[in-house]
């Protein structure tokens, strides 16, 4: 099955930094979407992009919608402990039937030492 | 509460049996999925169902079998034939299988640990 290149696969930084992630895949998505993982539970949705060029935030989280549709990030500012966790970007390619899957990233591992 | 449920939260199980994880979802969404997660690894998707008596085969359904007999329920039987069953499971599901609204985004439930002894 196909997944996104996400980057980086682990970033560990000191309480109060900012944090950068991207993920790009060779396909057009339609749905770009970012979720956080706490360890032993499931992901929760943390920002929904519908819109080429979508910029949202979230508290001290922002996320972007890539002009190519093909890429997009995810800023944590100022980041706290809480933060810790493994962050994956998920897109769609389509709307509608079997094309409705979400194809997942990798993920991103991130550690932040207060 | 509205939710999705999984249970057990663990599950051990010896080699060469066939095991059931439990899917449950009271937010009356249409579609339904399940994922498998391994160390280190994305989410790769088992089987969905975008509609009741209706599913379809992910990118790795080998081992596998599903049944959705209720709009709300989506379990999933891990069977002998899987080679490697020792993963998190987890199941996720969206209001409406389009994925054309704004809210139309999956939620996921806790998650099984299944370790094969």
């Known amino acids: 099955g196909q997944q996104l290149n996400q980057s980086p696969q682990s970033m560990f930084i000191q309480e109060g930094e900012d944090v950068s992630m991207n993920c790009t895949s060779s396909?057009?998505?339609?749905?770009w979407l970012w979720y956080k993982q706490d360890p032993g539970e499931g992901p929760v949705l943390l920002i929904a992009?519908?819109?080429?060029?979508e910029l949202t935030s979230n508290g001290r989280l922002t996320a972007q919608f890539g002009i190519t549709r093909k890429d997009s990030f995810l800023n944590i500012s100022a980041s706290i402990p809480s933060d810790v966790g493994i962050y994956f970007c998920?897109?769609?390619?389509?709307?509608?039937?079997?094309?409705?899957?979400?194809?997942f990233g990798t993920g991103t591992l991130l550690a932040v030492q207060p | 509460d509205g939710g999705i449920t999984q249970s057990p939260k663990y599950l051990f199980r010896k080699e060469g049996q066939n095991v059931t994880l439990s899917c449950e979802q009271n937010?009356?969404?249409?579609?339904m999925y399940w994922y498998r997660q391994d160390p280190g690894q994305g989410l790769r998707l088992i089987y969905y169902s975008q509609i009741v008596n209706d599913f379809q085969k992910g990118d790795i359904a080998e081992g596998y079998s599903v049944s959705r007999e209720k709009k709300e329920s989506f379990p999933l039987t891990v069977t002998s034939a899987q080679k490697n069953p020792t993963a998190f499971y987890l199941c996720a599901s969206q209001r409406a299988a389009s994925g054309r609204a704004r809210a139309d985004t999956q939620y996921f439930g806790p998650g099984t640990r299944l370790t094969v002894l």
């Open positions: 937010l009356n969404h249409d579609a």
């Open positions: 992009l519908y819109k080429a060029g």
């Open positions: 396909s057009i998505f339609n749905t």
């Open positions: 998920a897109g769609r390619l389509n709307y509608g039937g079997a094309t409705n899957k979400l194809i």
